[in-house]
């Protein structure tokens, strides 16, 4: 095992794989931009190193500098987390170049995956189903217009490199097809460095499945059932279920089976997730792409298998066989995630920046918060407006539902907007508590909003909540305004890694290495 991980990323993951590393006895080492000095994974981690500015292509994106600040720490290894490098070959490379471990796949099944287009060719060879599309980027805007034509509008453009919905246009016409090919082109080279995107017909009103995979270096390949993915706003999931409302075991047979034998023909290792939308009305599923790293999601499926995903891939990395075999795997209960983030559900989901003035996170039976944040944090204009990750879990759908409403009347968030009031409401609709989902759940949830009022029960429930949180907030804030003490922290750098000093009140949070230092 590792004596000493360093994690190249920040927020909730970072504070998730920091756990993990103290359930296995590693040493973890945070890194952080300026812009997150006082994060909340910089105080719990061993060592914290600045690695530069706030913009994440001056700190989190500088591959070398992550690497030489790994030397430094004396890290064995490195977890790359999700979003930012972690399913960057590049980066892959230069980490086993530089004589560390790097936690996930091999360069070559990272190299085959990460570009959408060569996953599909491999998803091909395999014998998967694909959505119909091309297996090349396009070249120019008439080797579009070309192939839209051959498979139709409407069509949806995709980043060959990358996820989370960036680099992502759907096309109706061809009229529209010049501005999305260039907006999508763009956003991919901003996000990922690559601006090339393909083409792939659009599978009318399907569900987004997929399938949690494992590898070891040793040969062995198990699937831990799927999950449910299909709200989406701007093609990013923001609620996930394990297992799938359909829970069908044939089924989930079927796309298990399918995505070991994509994982096989690249030699996977790690962690990964194969994707597929599947069609309610055909039964018929198809590959869409697969994901090099650990999923945002991964929540929902450790709660219901007991399985702890995080620490298998450390442990996986460090060359041991996997923990279980897939007659071990067992689904029980259902889990239900949600995504809260600091933006404005009412103003289509814009980030909602600024300092957190009050949190009361819930808890209880059933329920699990990964958050990334505290109270008196401020949520960054530059990276993802993620706090956390609500997750509750029952031994039906039903009662699963049943905890997540309770803890999203519980949740409050002061200082900025966030998606828990639309939460609240979600998971009181029909077509939800149904089961009736797919990607364009969000759309047809807003018309319904729009165009019938809330139930009476509903509303009575929602207004309480809300009237609750203003109450709760409120006395928050006078009791802290009241307060004669204050508690100054502050932040001094030295030789690069940065350390904070000063006293410490009842309310702090702030967790201490073994050493007494923050």
């Known amino acids: 095992m590792f004596r000493k991980i360093l994690i190249a990323n920040r927020g909730e993951i970072a504070v998730r794989v920091i756990r993990a590393c103290r359930d296995l006895g590693v040493s973890p080492i945070a890194i952080f931009s300026e812009a997150d000095a006082g994060s909340l994974h910089v105080r719990l981690a061993d060592e914290a190193y600045c690695i530069g500015p706030a913009a994440s292509s001056e700190s989190y994106l500088k591959i070398q500098s992550i690497i030489d600040v790994a030397k430094q720490g004396g890290a064995e290894a490195i977890h790359p987390g999700y979003g930012f490098l972690a399913e960057n070959a590049k980066f892959a490379r230069a980490v086993s170049a ?10 070559d099944a990272m190299q085959v995956m990460g570009s959408k287009t060569s996953a599909r060719r491999a998803a091909i060879a395999a014998g998967a189903p694909v959505v119909p599309g091309t297996t090349e980027a396009l070249k120019s805007l008439d080797d579009a217009r070309a192939a839209a ?25 061809e009229l529209d097809l010049r501005s999305a090919l260039e907006a999508a ?3 991919a080279a901003s ?23 494992f590898a070891d270096q040793h040969g062995n390949y198990v699937h831990l ?10 093609h990013q999931k923001v609620i996930e279920e394990c297992p799938s409302p359909i829970n069908d075991a044939g089924l989930r047979a079927r796309m298990g089976e399918a995505a070991i034998k994509i994982a096989k023909t690249v030699n996977y290792v790690g962690a990964g997730t194969v994707e597929f939308l599947f069609s309610d009305t055909t039964r018929e599923f198809y590959f869409l792409e697969m994901n090099t790293r650990l999923q945002v ?6 709660l219901v298998t007991g399985l702890d995903l995080v620490c298998e891939q450390i442990r996986v990395a460090a060359g041991a066989q996997l923990s279980f075999a897939q007659d071990d795997v067992q689904l029980r209960g259902h889990a239900i995630e949600c995504r809260v983030y600091a933006e404005d559900p009412e103003n289509n989901f814009l980030p909602s920046p600024g300092r957190i003035d009050f949190l009361r996170v819930p808890a209880g039976p059933g329920i699990r918060d990964d958050g990334g944040v505290t109270e008196g944090d401020e949520v960054s204009i530059y990276y993802d407006p993620m706090i956390s990750k609500l997750a509750a879990w029952g031994r039906t759908r039903e009662e699963a539902i049943d905890r997540l409403r309770r803890a999203l009347d519980e949740y409050a968030v002061g200082g900025i907007r966030t998606t828990l009031s639309f939460f609240r409401e979600v998971i ?6 149904e089961g009736r989902l797919d990607t364009g759940f969000i759309a047809r949830f807003n018309e319904r909003r729009g165009r019938t009022p809330t139930s009476r029960g509903s509303e009575r429930v929602s207004e309480s909540s809300v009237n609750q949180d203003i109450a709760i907030i409120a006395a928050a804030l006078a009791f802290k305004r009241a307060q004669s003490k204050s508690y100054g922290i502050e932040v001094r750098q030295t030789d690069s890694k940065w350390r904070m000093t000063g006293r410490a009140s009842s309310m702090d949070n702030f967790a201490r290495d073994r050493s007494g230092r923050f």
């Open 191 to 213: 996000a990922f460095g690559n601006s090339e995107v393909y083409l792939e017909k659009i599978v009318e009103k399907p569900r987004h499945i997929e399938i949690q995979i």
């Open 98 to 107: 530089a004589g560390l471990i790097f936690i996930g796949p091999t360069t």
């Open 297 to 302: 999601e991964h929540p929902v499926t450790e």
């Open 225 to 234: 059932g799927e999950r449910e993915c299909s709200i989406q706003r701007r």
């Open 149 to 173: 034509a051959r498979f139709g509008y409407p069509i949806m453009l995709k980043a060959s490199a990358g996820g989370g919905g960036k680099g992502m246009r759907q096309v109706a016409n």
């Open 185 to 187: 082109q763009s956003e």
């Open 428 to 433: 009181r609709d029909g077509e939800f508590i």
